[in-house]
């Protein structure tokens, strides 16, 4: 049997700002390869914490306690600094929330994209341009040089989001985490992009973490999901499965506060009290 691409086991984290408040308690989970997993829960379910753990950009006021996260074999939380930053970008990589602050003002977008393949690839100047257009034709970019030239704020929301993709999958990782990165656009553009993230992964076999508070987003994209609230795993599977039939009540709430695009006139349902009620009970939270 193969080894999974991505397994957490045990991890836990605490607040110093919340005077060691526990943010992730026993997470567990693993992503096999060409899998895309989803993360979701409301804002502080601890998935963006995850995220970051993963990514070792965890803020200074937060420190994990325990727990392990394997890549590949190896634990992330132990290796030393200099092997982290070689594994990530080339072999994990991330897709950021907001592309207007994630990519330089100052910068055209053909440095930004080629700077990594010339030191991580060691391609010259021209190798590494005639990778970036067919990156951006990868990620359906009309008219690749003019964008190679342009500056971020010279293109439209869903066009910076697309280079940001691009530049996530331009050192062909084994691994990329998104984190929400349909947030910041209009429905029609987030479709395009779920659409886009999905071929791009499929094509080049990558393992994707896909963070996002959108169960709706998790039914296009995610081929399992993990459901967090305070920083606890309460229901994961394969994401038809969880859809169609939740096993906690909480996450039958969730499904059941959705808006209903076959019933406009029905209004949203929040989800009941006494849901939280129980779910503060399981987890031991006062």
């Known amino acids: 049997m193969t080894a999974p691409l991505l397994s957490i086991t ?8 919340e ?11 693993t992503l096999e390869r060409r ?17 970051k753990a993963l990514l070792g950009i965890l803020p200074r006021t937060v420190r994990v306690t325990g727990g392990a996260i394997r890549f590949e074999g190896r634990d992330l939380l132990v290796l030393p600094p200099r092997a982290l930053r070689d594994i ?7 897709i950021p929330q907001d592309p207007q602050t994630a990519l330089n003002p100052g910068r055209r977008i053909e440095a930004q ?16 341009h005639v990778r970036a257009v067919r990156l951006l034709e990868e990620v359906h970019i009309r008219d690749p040089e003019r964008v190679l030239r342009s500056y971020p704020h010279e293109l439209s929301g869903g066009m910076r989001q697309r280079v940001l993709i691009a530049a996530a999958f331009a050192l062909e990782p084994k691994l990329v985490v998104a984190d929400e990165p349909t ?13 886009l993230i999905r071929g791009i992964q499929q094509a080049h076999g990558t393992g994707v973490i896909f963070v996002t508070h959108d169960l709706g987003v998790v039914a296009q994209i995610c081929d399992s999901v993990t459901l967090l609230y305070a920083g606890k795993v309460i229901e994961e599977g394969r994401t038809a499965d969880v859809l169609a039939a939740p096993r906690h009540d909480y996450t039958r709430a969730l499904i059941a ?7 406009p006139d029905a209004g949203l349902k929040p989800v009941p009290q006494a849901v939280f009620e129980q779910l503060r009970a399981e987890i031991g939270i006062r």
């Open 10 to 17: 045990g991890l836990n984290a605490v607040s110093d700002r």
């Open 19 to 29: 005077k060691g408040q526990p943010i992730l308690r026993d997470v567990a989970l």
């Open 35 to 51: 899998e895309v997993r989803g993360l979701v829960g409301e804002s502080g379910a601890g998935k963006s914490t995850i995220a």
């Open 88 to 94: 990530m970008g080339s072999e994990i990589s991330l």
């Open 113 to 128: 994209l080629t700077d990594g393949l010339r030191m991580r690839r060691g391609l010259s100047a021209r190798e590494a």
């Open 183 to 195: 947030t910041a656009l209009d429905v029609t553009v987030q479709k395009q992009i779920l659409r």
């Open 257 to 263: 506060a959705g808006p209903r695009y076959d019933r």
